[in-house]
């Protein structure tokens, strides 16, 4: 993991455009007001359970060390809780990335970044068993729901 190479990427999402239209980008994918980077991914949905939860661990350990550096920046925050944003989706509509990142993550690291407009959150990918675990960063102009 390196933890210069996350920051320098989401320092740099933060003033990246958005582009028009939802598609691949170097980093992950982006859509309009959103851009979501893919920071580690684990590259084996096949480990099974035992493994599964080793990856989950080391993954864990990333993601919390990049919330310490960005915690050092923007301030402590709460875990916000996805997994309610998941179930508000059969009811309401929920703006993207939100919606897709309910459906991956149970929970995120939030932080309006001051004089951007953009949000960012850092979240663990590891609620669907049968995909790779991934670490992510997302920043939007969308505020959470």
Request: overall charge negative; charged content about 25%; proline content about 8%.
């Amino acid at each position: 993991m390196n933890l210069a190479r996350h920051i320098a990427l989401i320092d740099e999402l933060c003033f990246r455009p958005f582009p028009a239209e939802r598609g691949p980008s170097d980093v992950g994918f982006s859509g309009p007001g959103h851009h979501v980077a893919v920071l580690e991914s684990g590259d084996r949905p096949d480990l099974g359970p035992a493994g599964r939860a080793v990856t989950v661990d080391q993954f864990e350990k990333g993601r919390d060390a990049v919330y310490e550096l960005l915690a050092s920046r923007w301030g402590d925050t709460d875990p916000y809780n996805l997994q309610t944003v998941e179930l508000r989706t059969e009811r309401e509509e929920i703006p993207e990335p939100w919606a897709w990142l309910s459906r991956h993550a149970g929970v995120a690291w939030l932080w309006e970044v001051r004089g951007t407009g953009r949000w960012v959150a850092v979240a663990l990918a590891a609620r669907d068993p049968s995909d790779c675990v991934r670490l992510l960063a997302v920043v939007t102009e969308t505020a959470p729901p």
